[in-house]
């Protein structure tokens, strides 16, 4: 009876040795298992990165393909106005200088031709 007690002891430690041992693999099967998952996370997100970017590049030139075909850039629209807004001010300077003259003859005209002729209300006093 005793040595079936003590191999009733041995037989029950080898078992709880194998449960340990079985324990201990499953968890290091899914510690693989997470590992692996995040990679995987890991990689689809990295993926969808390099799509977003691409997309994001796409519509971008989409845009100013879009622009280009509307009319410009703004920048080219920006420049256009300061340009015509340059033509314009240099025209008002020149018609500023060809009229100056006749203002000064207009304006010297009247004040060197003064009529002393009396209205017709005041000579009978």
Same mark, same amino acid.
């Given at each position: 009876?005793?040595?079936?007690?003590?191999?009733?002891?041995?037989?029950?430690?080898?078992?709880?040795?194998?449960?340990? /041992? +079985?324990?201990? *693999? #499953?968890?290091?099967?899914?510690?693989?298992? &997470?590992?692996? %998952?995040?990679?995987?996370? !890991? /990689? +689809?997100?990295? *993926? #969808?990165?390099?799509?977003?970017?691409?997309? &994001?590049?796409? %519509?971008?030139?989409?845009? !100013?393909?879009?622009?280009?075909?509307?009319?410009?850039?703004?920048?080219?629209?920006?420049?256009?106005?300061?340009?015509?807004?340059?033509?314009?001010?240099?025209?008002?300077?020149?018609?500023?200088?060809?009229?100056?003259?006749?203002?000064?003859?207009?304006?010297?005209?009247?004040?060197?031709?003064?009529?002393?002729?009396?209205?017709?209300?005041?000579?009978?006093?």
């Amino acid at each position: 009876p005793l040595s079936n007690l003590s191999t009733m002891d041995g037989d029950a430690q080898r078992g709880i040795q194998q449960l340990l /041992q +079985a324990e201990q *693999e #499953a968890s290091e099967v899914v510690a693989r298992a &997470r590992k692996a %998952r995040a990679a995987r996370i !890991k /990689q +689809a997100a990295d *993926e #969808a990165q390099q799509e977003i970017k691409l997309y &994001r590049h796409q %519509r971008e030139e989409a845009f !100013k393909k879009l622009v280009e075909d509307r009319g410009g850039s703004m920048g080219e629209r920006q420049r256009k106005l300061e340009q015509e807004t340059a033509m314009q001010v240099v025209k008002m300077k020149q018609d500023v200088s060809l009229q100056r003259q006749n203002v000064m003859k207009m304006l010297l005209g009247y004040i060197t031709n003064v009529n002393v002729d009396l209205p017709v209300d005041h000579t009978k006093v």
